[in-house]
């Protein structure tokens, strides 16, 4: 080590505090007795009034101790940071439903068909019935993986992708796609073409895999590889799309790749020379490809030749721009991080007009653009909003109340068959699921 | 309790020992305690059911890092960072130096914050765990040359950071 760099290690070691407590052995036991309880995605098996195991999405608890106060929020809010201690014993089969997911947390066999029983719960109004809110069901899934087609909604979480019954919110079928703890996440959500759903079961390095999996069944019924250019963005979120025509896109390192659902065959693939792709977006009327890089980049390219139209860069954000959406007025993402974190809609992909929209999220969430009904859906823990997918001018904005002062969170906006559903938490509950939503009719589309 | 497998030897005397520097890499890999604790959790958790494997190989902190820095990069993409935004400022617990320690750390994370995941896993295993090069490319699943690249980017960002220069000439002891 030089100078420099002894300085940082001693930096590093002085700086960073001391533990207010240590991670114990039944700390981990508990968590491993959870893991093993609950396969599947993370199922929230107690009431309200009983704190059981969470997640990652769930490990503070707020009863444990405030370590250190972050002040002057730039939202207006505080930030603390609490410890994470799990209750004394496990609620699993206290008084709350059984649960049973067939599938195993590990990989599954190819084909494998799962079956799947998840428990019914009435309707409970969550956050002071904000556009007539109600979490339906209570299972914890990745923020930005809802998403509706065929009939259903499907979320991901903790390697898991959900079929969930638009009616009541049960979880109709749960299969393990293949990620493991030490492997790679899912940026973004599931895609729906036709009767397939499909979801990129690698996607680390120099791999990425898509699954496909019968979209009643969950059944595996496709597994594609996609070459990759150099290697994948370590920041990725929103890699995978489909255009209008029913070819899926997937951002695979320096390059797009095209695949033909049908076939299974990657058809084309687009080089970007920016760099890794971060996220990508296909028109509406299936002209354009639009992808991200970072720091943020966005590039236009003619989806049938592959050539680039045009790019951009925003000189004053250093970190990536993900989850793009693309309408008929432009496109639209998200940039920043933490409490910085927000959603932008550039016109025509021009990001000297981007504007910022939403509030942001904040505590680790994303204020997400989603496209879905016929508007485009923000979320966020402040506001939720929709807006013109033609000029992004916010339609209407609703507040998200606080749970005693502790945010609540709506996001990942998905329109089904005239209803809203979105992805709620609530940490001081410790609350997540889908909701419903009765949004106004201007955000009817 | 439901599915709790058998403690393995030796686990409870390695949890009691490294939980303290595990736990203080992942304060500085996520810049909060309540995700680095379900970091060394969830690493912990990993390791329990290969014990007796990684403690014939000698290396259960290092595959206990490497799934630590594994899973901080997949939570990097999008979930929880285990804040906790409310609307009321919690009250401080003393003054003067306390301030300026929150100020230095505020500071460290805003610095490592700046960092791309990879370049801040490799700054926490290199320089804070003092791994050597190749054991935080073992750990990154990388080549002890993409280790030093990011080293190089890293420290080339943080030398910009707002305070971290005054921090690194020596400042407010934790």
């Known amino acids: ?445 | 309790m439901e599915g709790r497998p058998s403690e393995p030897d030796g686990f409870r005397d390695f949890v009691e020992a490294r939980s303290n520097a595990l736990l203080r890499s992942g304060w500085l890999l996520t810049g909060d305690w309540p995700s680095a604790e379900d970091l060394v959790q969830t690493a912990l958790a990993a390791a329990w059911p290969r014990w007796d494997s990684l403690t014939r190989q000698d290396a259960p902190e290092l595959y206990v890092r490497k799934i630590m820095v594994n899973t901080y990069l997949r939570w990097r993409r999008r979930r929880w960072n285990g804040e906790v935004a409310t609307g009321r400022l919690p009250e401080l617990q003393a003054y003067g130096d306390v301030f300026a320690q929150v100020d230095a750390r505020q500071a460290l994370i805003a610095a490592l914050d700046r960092l791309p995941a990879r370049q801040r896993a490799v700054v926490v295993l290199r320089y804070f765990a003092d791994q050597t090069e190749s054991q935080t490319a073992a750990a990154m699943g990388c080549s002890v040359g993409t280790v030093k690249s990011h080293a190089s980017k890293a420290l080339a960002r943080l030398r910009d950071a707002p305070g971290l220069a005054e921090l690194m000439a020596g400042g407010v002891a934790s």
């Open chain 1, 1 to 445: 080590m030089n100078t420099e760099e002894r300085q940082l290690a001693e930096m590093l070691r002085r700086v960073a505090p001391e533990p207010t407590r240590r991670v114990t052995v039944e700390d981990v036991a508990f968590r491993l007795a959870n893991q093993a309880a609950g396969t599947g995605h993370r199922r929230h098996r107690e009431p309200r009034a009983q704190r059981g195991s969470w997640g990652r999405g769930w490990a503070p608890v707020l009863a444990a101790a405030g370590v250190i106060v972050v002040a002057g929020a730039s939202a207006g809010i505080a930030t603390a940071l609490t410890s994470h201690r799990p209750p004394a014993s496990s609620s699993i089969g206290g008084a709350s439903p059984s649960a049973s997911v067939s599938t195993s947390a590990s990989s599954p066999a190819p084909s494998q068909v799962p079956t799947s029983v998840s428990p019914s719960w009435p309707p409970e109004r969550v956050a002071s019935g904000m556009w007539g809110a109600e979490l339906i069901n209570r299972d914890t899934f990745n923020q930005d993986s809802l998403t509706s087609g065929d009939g259903s909604l499907y979320a991901t979480g903790d390697g898991n992708l959900a079929r969930i019954d638009p009616a009541n919110g049960n979880v109709l079928a749960s299969v393990s796609y293949g990620a493991s703890a030490a492997g790679p996440p899912v940026p973004g959500a599931p895609v729906v073409t036709g009767s397939t759903v499909w979801v990129p079961s690698e996607y680390a390095g120099t791999s990425v895999v898509l699954h496909g999996y019968n979209a009643r069944t969950l059944a595996q019924v496709a597994s594609v590889t996609v070459p990759v250019t150099g290697q994948v963005s370590a920041t990725a979120s929103g890699v995978l799309t489909a255009g209008p025509d029913g070819d899926l896109y997937v951002a695979a390192g320096s390059s797009v790749a095209v695949v033909n659902p049908s076939t299974r065959q990657v058809i084309k693939q687009i080089s970007v020379s920016a760099g890794p792709v971060s996220s990508l977006a296909v028109s509406p009327d299936g002209s354009k490809l639009y992808v991200s890089t970072g720091p943020f980049q966005l590039l236009t390219y003619n989806r049938a030749t592959g050539a680039q139209l045009g790019g951009q860069a925003i000189a004053d954000l250093t970190t990536t721009a993900g989850n793009l959406v693309a309408t008929s007025g432009g496109v639209w993402g998200t940039t920043g991080v933490g409490m910085t974190e927000s959603a932008w809609f550039a016109p025509d992909a021009d990001l000297t007009r981007m504007v910022r929209l939403g509030t942001g999220a904040g505590a680790g969430l994303g204020s997400i653009p989603a496209f879905s009904g016929g508007v485009v859906w923000i979320g966020g823990s402040h506001t939720l909003e929709c807006a013109s997918p033609v000029t992004g001018q916010v339609l209407k904005s609703v507040t998200i109340p606080t749970d005693g002062g502790v945010v609540e969170y709506f996001g990942s906006v998905t329109v089904m068959a005239g209803r809203a559903y979105a992805y709620y938490q609530d940490q001081r509950a410790q609350q997540a699921g889908v909701a419903t939503l009765t949004p106004p009719s201007s955000c009817s589309g």
